[in-house]
C-alpha cells in the first residue's frame, strides 16, 4: 500500500532553514507528481509545492516562491522540500502528499516550528 513518511522538522529560529524529507513506498514513484502541504492549527490545508515526475518542473504559491524548493530522488523514492528564511507564519505540519489509483494520499506530517 501506498505509504509516505515524513521527517526534518524542528524548532528554528526566524530566518532558519530547515529541510524536511518524506520517503515513499508502495507505488512507482517516478511516475508520480508529489507535493508539500501545510497546514497551522485552526486554518485550512494549503499547497507549498509541487514537483513534476522527472524533476525538471515545480511550482509554488506566492506564500513559498523564493524561500521554499521542491527537489526529488527518483533512485530513493524520495521528495525533499528545502526552507529558507522561515518566518514564524510558516509555523504548521508539513505533509507529504501524492494523487494515485483516485485519491489523495498521505503522510502522518512533522511539525515546523518557527520561533525565537
Known amino acids: 500500500q501506498v505509504q509516505l513518511v515524513e521527517s526534518g522538522g524542528g524548532l528554528v529560529q526566524p530566518g532558519g532553514s530547515l529541510r524536511l524529507s518524506c520517503a515513499a513506498s508502495?507505488?512507482?514513484?517516478?511516475?508520480?507528481?508529489m507535493s508539500w502541504y501545510r497546514q497551522a492549527p485552526g486554518k485550512e490545508r494549503e499547497r507549498v509545492a509541487t514537483?513534476?515526475?522527472?524533476?525538471?518542473?515545480?511550482n509554488y504559491p506566492d506564500s513559498a516562491k523564493g524561500r521554499f524548493s521542491i527537489s526529488r530522488d527518483n533512485a530513493k523514492n524520495a521528495v525533499f522540500l528545502q526552507m529558507d528564511s522561515l518566518k514564524p507564519e510558516d509555523t504548521a505540519v508539513y505533509y507529504c502528499?501524492?494523487?494515485?489509483?483516485?485519491?489523495?494520499?498521505w503522510g502522518q506530517g512533522t511539525q515546523v516550528t518557527v520561533s525565537s
Open positions: 508502495g507505488f512507482t514513484f517516478s511516475n508520480y507528481a
Open positions: 514537483i513534476g515526475t522527472t524533476g525538471g518542473t515545480a
Open positions: 502528499n501524492t494523487w494515485t489509483s483516485g485519491r489523495h494520499y
